[in-house]
């Protein structure tokens, strides 16, 4: 009998290699934008933030999950369904967006993603659809005014797998950088005290200081964050549709009208986080071309 | 995967020791004080039981998620500082402690009630009965479910990557984000937590064939 269980061994080890190496390599295959042309109800699955105030938040009266993204992300799927498809939301965070994206589990991402060149090695993205830029959340009597105030024994929170997580540890060094799982775990970390400031866009955090009065932003914004819409390799005639329906709402007064919905009040013209497209009304789709910087 | 192992190796040694300082601490920890409560438990006092016993049902029944957290979030916010790694071990001492109670207690049970009787018609002191006399076959009883608490242990060290505790699975996310290799990455990782629970398994088997819990 013993050389049995050895062999069911072997074979069960053969078959969980198998699985985990078929999940590691399993995208999407088909086409999104011919699955969208060839169905009579198509469903597209973004991924979004569902932690994010103003982004992505899950509004408990509703139970739906709203934001700036969401918004987009509808308009989008109506412009390339023709109104016919269905906009399905999967709640992601910066760590899990990309993984669920190259499983195929989610057709595009829609998550306050900044447009990185090491991202864009694994991962097509969109046009610019808005800009943000790094800055830092401090409490109301933060000694921190700037990037430049802070010195190694200033310890810094920041999100797992973010864009600002990365930068603030090029930028500076010398600070200790803490990685939180989401937003709003970092934002009890900031307010327990586990560290000084917290880190990431600043549209994001003014998002936070819309529900938290007693923090400020410490100062201007360090860095340019544009935020695309990240789809998998491969999916050229999808990204030829994404591109287009972008370019539409973008020169319908569609986009301008979700962006006054929920940054009207929070971000003045001209503020950091504003994009172009959005002040002059209509017109001009994405004027950044090289959204890689 | 080597490429990995290769760029990142001091990330993972010290994560690695990280989890393994967090295990060693919490486990001798969570011995301790389950031990205690696990006797506390069976004890004569109507009061030193009733704490004993909502202790551990307390801290058996909420996630191990909950209590780090009121530890890395609650505690610096209304007393005094702790760190992601110092709130990962407690809670995971606390948590652990509490299985290790139960397991204890169980063993306590087994061992048949005559023989305290016995000990007590002889004058003997109940302190003294459960220290010389039931005791040492608790101890041979419960080694092989404290050998399954103890790699859950291990295991449920992981929870510090949720509060920046700088453990394996911490940098293991780290690194994940940064080459975008998760699948790899965390198959690595995997493999490192194999590399201390198996030991672990061993150590426990071996101990188990010393004391010879098999024979009867």
Redesign the interface.
Known sequence: MKWMKHKLLGFSILLMTLV?VG??EAVAEVDIGTRIQTEETPVLTWGVKADTNLFGFYNIQSSKIEGFDIDIASALTDEMTNGNGIADFVEVT??TR??LLKTGKIDGILATMTITE??E??VDFSDVYFNGGQSLLVPEDSEINSIEDLTEEHTV?AI??SSST?NMRELSPQVEV????NYS?GF??L????GHALTTDDAILLGMIDQNPNYRLAGQSFTEEPYGIAINKGQDFFHEQLEAALDTIQGNGVYDEIYEKWFGEILPAGAPGSPSTSTTGAAEPALDESGDE | MSELLQQYWPLFIDGALHTILSSVIALVLSLLIGTIMGITQVSTNKWLRGFANVYVEFFRNIPLLVIVMFF???I??YLF?I??FWAGTIGLTIYTSSFIADNVRAGIETVPKGQMEAGLSQGLKRSNIMRHIILPQVFRIVIPPLGNQFINLVKNSSILA???GLDLM?FG??V???T?N??DTY?LVGGMYLAITLPLTYAIKKLELKLGIHDN
Not at chain 1, 178 to 181: A, F, G, I, Q, S
Not at chain 1, 191 to 194: L, V
């Open positions: 985990l999940c590691g910066s760590k990309i993984p090491e991202r090695k694994q929170l797992k797998g990365q803490l990685d939180l799982e775990e009890v970390a307010q327990s005290g586990q | 890395y979030v609650a610096p916010m500082n760190s992601g949720m509060v920046a911490y996310d780290f994940a984000m940064e975008f998760t699948f198959l």
